[in-house]
């Protein structure tokens, strides 16, 4: 087998499952784009089996700490193995969760949603995306999927140098169709949605903001199908406004409490969230509760200052809204951006907005995206919810 002897102190050696372009001392065998390499340390000794893309700036993703064949044997049983993690994990329902998180679940690239008997699948690392029949063999074998689809339009292939594709990969397209959760029920669409159906990895959290909606006005910025706000409802909420800039997102969330009987206890408005709060605010309107879900921000480094200022604006114009006793609970998607430059930014605005903060709570994705110490971007979703004291 091809391979790559890695440079001492590389980050290999310090828990990550990466190697870089700086981190290779040489590479021998001729190792081809999307195959697979054996890695070894400086003095030779073996350290595992890495996917190959010399085009990308992460050259070689470890998947094994031994020798090893990404063959179709190979794909059932790491399937397997995430199958029974997730089938262990309390609370979660199994029919409807992200069964393969990439790293985390020995896959690099390979993310896969489970939607009862649909499975939406991403390759976003050429190796495995070479592999995808495979691996789409192993979904059928493992889970008797009735369908695979791929939604391989992210731009993250574009840095692995593949194109952005969407198709039928199994079975028949399955349409439209509904899963209902403890939260509300929401509409899937696997070939036409937005991301990959819904927000997986923020289910748990509609049950948190459930939890502490009753009575009260609650404003859902960037609700896309209206997780946040339809459980507010659904927990009695005064009332409940639910914004996205996306007709289609509103006409589902619409739809959604339509389903669920909240629909007239929700105010849907298609607009853009920075203007929405600005209006609000200049109007002198109240909300007793804040839910700010945006889209990540930023997708490299480099505009992380542009994105600070974002997440400043939204949170700034929020706390402005909210009367003492009122809550605020903000998420950040953004990997780039740090847990620590998120939260300067929140308490920065409530100086700027001369309110007092107190943390009420700690959100992150749901268990079925796991984080690994050693791989920093398995996490990318953390959250806040914030009381608003009165001043002392
Ligand atoms: N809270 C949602 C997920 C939000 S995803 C949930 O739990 O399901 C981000 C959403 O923000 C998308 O639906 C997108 O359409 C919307 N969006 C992006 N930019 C926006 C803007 N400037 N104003 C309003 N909505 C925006």
């Known amino acids: 087998m091809a391979g790559i002897i890695v440079k001492p102190r590389a980050r290999i050696f310090h828990g990550h499952e990466w190697v870089y372009a700086a981190d290779i001392l040489k590479t021998f065998g001729n190792p081809e784009p999307g195959g697979i390499v054996s890695l070894k340390d400086f ?10 893309n010399p085009r990308s700036q992460i050259v070689a993703r470890r998947f094994s700490r031994h020798k090893e064949e990404l063959d179709e044997d190979f794909f059932v049983r790491r399937l397997r193995r995430a199958w029974s993690r997730r089938e262990k994990m309390r609370g979660l329902d199994p029919k409807l969760c992200r069964v393969v998180w990439s790293e985390s679940d020995g896959l690099p690239g390979v993310v896969i949603d489970r939607y009862g008997p649909h499975f939406v699948l991403q390759t976003l690392t050429m190796a495995m995306d070479l592999r995808k029949q495979l691996i789409v063999d192993a979904i059928v074998e493992v889970f008797s999927a009735e369908s695979v689809v791929e939604r391989n339009d992210n731009s993250i292939r574009l840095a692995e140098d593949m194109e952005m594709v969407t198709g039928v990969l199994h079975g028949a397209v399955p349409g439209p169709f509904r899963v209902s959760t403890d939260y509300g029920s929401f509409l899937i669409d696997v070939t036409g949605g937005q991301k990959t159906g819904i927000y997986l990895d923020q289910l748990d959290n509609y049950r948190d903001a459930a939890t502490r909606a009753e009575g009260k006005r609650v404003l859902d910025c960037f609700c896309n199908q209206g997780g946040f706000a339809i459980a507010a409802a659904k927990a009695g909420a005064a009332q409940v406004t639910a914004v996205d800039v996306s007709e289609s997102a509103i006409e589902q969330a619409r739809a959604n409490a339509e389903e669920q009987g909240v629909a007239d206890r929700i105010t849907f408005v298609v607009a853009n969230v ?12 109240q909300f007793d509760m804040i839910i700010l879900d945006p889209p990540s921000f930023t997708r490299n480094k480099k505009s992380v200052p542009d994105a600070l200022r974002g997440y400043k604006e939204i949170h700034l114009r929020a706390l402005k809204m909210l009367p003492a ?8 998607c953004s990997h780039h951006v740090s847990t620590g430059e998120f939260r300067a930014i929140i308490a920065e605005a409530a100086v700027d907005a001369k309110k007092t903060l107190c943390l009420l709570a700690f959100h992150q994705q749901r268990q079925d995206h796991p984080i690994l110490t050693g791989v920093p971007e398995t996490e990318y979703l953390r959250g806040y919810t914030y009381e608003l004291l009165a001043a002392f």
């Open 274 to 285: 920075f203007d929405y709060l600005k209006d609000q605010e200049t109007a002198g309107t």
């Open 325 to 332: 006793g009122g809550i605020l609970s903000s998420y950040c």
């Open 43 to 52: 003095k030779d000794r073996p350290m595992g089996t890495g996917i190959y």
